[in-house]
């Protein structure tokens, strides 16, 4: 999907992002192996953990926040960030 219909819902949706941002102290939240998270704070993106398409929201609580890398990271290894919860099964 390119647009969204309805611009109540945008509003709502860029409200849900910053809110991710916010409690992400605006960095990406993406943890590594070693148990360190990144600390990348340019090029950030809101990754949906359950897709919209799959009945996943724009709530913050379904958005988060991880940098260029890690984002493509995630959907490129789908098994392993199910496993670390990062996709919704």
Not at 23 to 51: N, Q, W
Request: proline content about 2%; aromatic content about 6%; some cysteine.
């Amino acid at each position: 999907r390119t647009r969204r219909k309805n611009a109540a819902k945008a509003k709502r949706a860029a409200i849900a992002r910053d809110e991710a941002l916010y409690r992400a102290s605006y960095r990406c939240e993406f943890v590594e192996p070693d148990e360190m998270r990144c600390t990348t704070r340019t090029g950030l993106h809101c990754h949906h953990i359950k897709r919209r398409s799959q009945g996943g929201t724009d709530d913050a609580w379904n958005l988060m926040v991880t940098c260029e890398s890690h984002h493509r990271w995630i959907h490129d290894n789908p098994a392993e960030s199910r496993r670390r919860g990062y996709l919704d099964a």
